[in-house]
C-alpha cells in the first residue's frame, strides 16, 4: 500500500476525491487500511462531509436474558458486543463494533443525531452499576454522562433527541432530565405524577407523549398524556391529558396501542384493530394512526396487508419499534421482522436473517448514522 501511486497525491487532494462519495463508501473506505482510516477521519475531511445526509439504519436492542444475565453466568466466554442495523434502502444487515466501550455489556436503548444511548457496566466494580453513556459506533467516540442509580437502568425508559443533547429517563414516579445547557452538568430530578405506568413514551421536540390506562383492573382504558421539558416543575403535575371531543372512539378500536415517533411534527399510534367493541374482541389487522400536532388531527397511515397479520395474529406479544416513516413489528416465533415503509409511499415487506438470539421478540430504534456527530 505504501507504494501505491495513491499515497503520492496530496491528502487536499484525496480528500476532495473521497468527499464526492456516499457515505455508504466512505465507511466501507475507513475499513481499507490504516492509512485510509486515518486520512477519512481527520478534521479537515470531516468539514468536508458535514453536509452529507445521514444513513438512516434500524438499530436493535440486546435481548432481555443477554443483558441480564447471559455474559455474567458465561464470563470466561470471550465475546465482542456490537450494535446490529439493518439499512432498508440496501435491504442488508449491518454490524458496528462497541469494544471501543471501557464497560460491560453495553445495552444500547435509543439514538438521536448520529449519537447512541446505551447502559453499561463498570469493569471494575463488582456490583451492578450501570452507567448511561453516548457515543458514536462509527468513530468510536463516547462520553459518560453523569452517575445515575442503578433503578433507573432498570425501570426507566430512556428518552432522546438532538436538541441540546437532551436526555430524560422516565418512570411512573419520577423522571430526570439532563441537557448540554444545564450548567450543574447533573440530572434534575422531578415527580411523574402519572396515573399509571408509562407505555411507549416518546420525546418528539420539547414535549413528551406516553399512553397511561386510566381505565379498571378489568377494562383497559388509553389516554394520551404529555408534558413539555421547560415547563417541568415539582410544585404542580406539568403532564396533561391530550384529547378532544372530534377524536370519538379513536383509543377504544385499537388493542394494547403503543407510540412511536412520527415524520416531523407528526406522532404514531400502532395496536391491533378490533374487530368491534367487546371486552374481548379479536383484531382483524394491525392499524398505524398518524396524529398531527399542529392540527391535532388524526388519520389512517397505513393497516398491515391480512396475509403477513396471520403470521402475528397467535401470539401473545407484539413489539414495535422504528420512528419517521419507517416502523419494524417483532414477535415470537414468527423468525422475521414486519416492516411499514412510507419513503415513497406505503410498502410492507418482510426483513429475513434477522440476528441474535432471544424470545425471538425484537425491540430497537431509529439510529442516523454519521461521521461527524460529536457526543
Known amino acids: 500500500m505504501d507504494d501505491s501511486p495513491i499515497n503520492r497525491l496530496p491528502q487536499d487532494i484525496l480528500h476532495q476525491i473521497f468527499s464526492s462519495l456516499p ?17 477519512l477521519t481527520t478534521p479537515t475531511f470531516m468539514d468536508l462531509i458535514s453536509t452529507q445526509s445521514p444513513l438512516r439504519f434500524l438499530a436493535l436492542r440486546p435481548p432481555h436474558h443477554h443483558h441480564h444475565h447471559h455474559q455474567r453466568q458465561n464470563s470466561h466466554v470471550s465475546s465482542v458486543p456490537y450494535l446490529h442495523v439493518f439499512d432498508p434502502d440496501q435491504n442488508q444487515w449491518l454490524r458496528f463494533s462497541l469494544s471501543f466501550l471501557p464497560f460491560r455489556s ?4 435509543a439514538s438521536a443525531n448520529g449519537l447512541i444511548y446505551l447502559w453499561g457496566e463498570s469493569p471494575t466494580s463488582i456490583e451492578s452499576n450501570r452507567s448511561l453513556v453516548v457515543c458514536n459506533p462509527l468513530t468510536r467516540q463516547f462520553q459518560v454522562l453523569p452517575q445515575l442509580g442503578s433503578a433507573w437502568s432498570r425501570h426507566g425508559s430512556v428518552l432522546v433527541n438532538s436538541v441540546n443533547h437532551r436526555v430524560m429517563v422516565l418512570t411512573e414516579l419520577a423522571a430526570l432530565y439532563f441537557s448540554n445547557t444545564n ?13 399509571s405506568k408509562p407505555r411507549s413514551p416518546i420525546l418528539i421536540s420539547d414535549s413528551v407523549f406516553a399512553l397511561c390506562d386510566v381505565g379498571s383492573p378489568w377494562r383497559s382504558q388509553w389516554k394520551l398524556f404529555t408534558c413539555i421539558l421547560s415547563r417541568l416543575n415539582n410544585n404542580y403535575n406539568s403532564w396533561v391529558c391530550l384529547e378532544r371531543h372530534e377524536w370519538g372512539d379513536i383509543f377504544d378500536i385499537i388493542k394494547r396501542p403503543r407510540l412511536v415517533r412520527g415524520k416531523g411534527n407528526k406522532l404514531l399510534m400502532i395496536g ?5 367493541f367487546s371486552l374481548n374482541s379479536s383484531c382483524s389487522t394491525i392499524l398505524i394512526l398518524r396524529l398531527d400536532l399542529e392540527r391535532l388531527e388524526w388519520e389512517e397511515a397505513g393497516r398491515m396487508p391480512v396475509e403477513m397479520y ?13 420512528g419517521g416513516d419507517r416502523v419494524c413489528f417483532s414477535a415470537k416465533r414468527v423468525g422475521k421482522l414486519a416492516l411499514w415503509d412510507d419513503c415513497d409511499g406505503a410498502v410492507w415487506r418482510w426483513i429475513e436473517g434477522v440476528p441474535g438470539g432471544g424470545d425471538g421478540l425484537c425491540r430497537g430504534f431509529v439510529f442516523e448514522a454519521s461521521l461527524t456527530a460529536l457526543p
Do not use: D, Y
Open 23 to 39: 457515505l455508504r463508501q466512505i465507511m466501507v473506505c475507513r475499513s481499507v487500511s490504516k492509512l485510509f482510516n486515518q486520512m
Open 106 to 109: 453495553p445495552h444500547p436503548v
Open 183 to 195: 450548567k450543574t452538568n447533573s440530572w434534575l430530578t422531578f415527580s411523574a405524577n402519572l396515573p
Open 272 to 276: 391491533g384493530l378490533k374487530s368491534n
Open 310 to 322: 396471520r403470521s402475528f395474529q397467535e401470539s401473545s406479544k407484539l413489539k414495535v419499534f422504528g
